[in-house]
């Protein structure tokens, strides 16, 4: 199973991206599904996480309002449209799945390669 991330770059702090993460099969299908990411230094942290089927979604509160979740069930795709960015949201961005529901990446056991975003203010 793997899963591919891409659509990160450098982009101007207020600017916009938007990044997709592909399942090479079913892997998403009754899957809770995640963007995390890990800044430079620190530990992973969640971004957003849904459930594939009922869309149920939580986001991070640093997030909350800018960051928008999205799926194409038939693309087995996930996106993760992130606006206004700032700075801070300077990182490595990942997608995964989880069996369960959790907000923890080490509950997570699928993982796609990161794709680096960098802010620049």
């Known amino acids: 199973v793997q899963l591919q991330a891409s659509g990160g770059g450098l982009v101007q702090a207020g600017g916009s991206l938007r990044l997709s993460c592909a399942a090479s099969e079913d892997t998403f299908k009754g899957y809770v599904v995640g963007w995390f990411r890990q800044p430079v230094g620190k530990k992973r942290e969640y971004v957003a996480v849904f459930g594939w089927k009922n869309f149920d979604t939580r986001y991070a509160d640093s997030v909350k309002g800018r960051f928008t979740v999205s799926r194409d069930i038939a693309q087995r795709t996930m996106y993760l449209q992130m606006n206004n960015l700032q700075s801070d949201d300077t990182a490595i961005y990942y997608c995964?799945?989880?069996?369960?529901?959790?907000?923890?990446?080490?509950?997570?056991?699928?993982w796609g390669r990161g794709t680096l975003v960098t802010v620049s203010s």
């Open positions: 995964a799945a989880s069996v369960g529901w959790s907000t923890m990446p080490e509950r997570y056991k699928y």
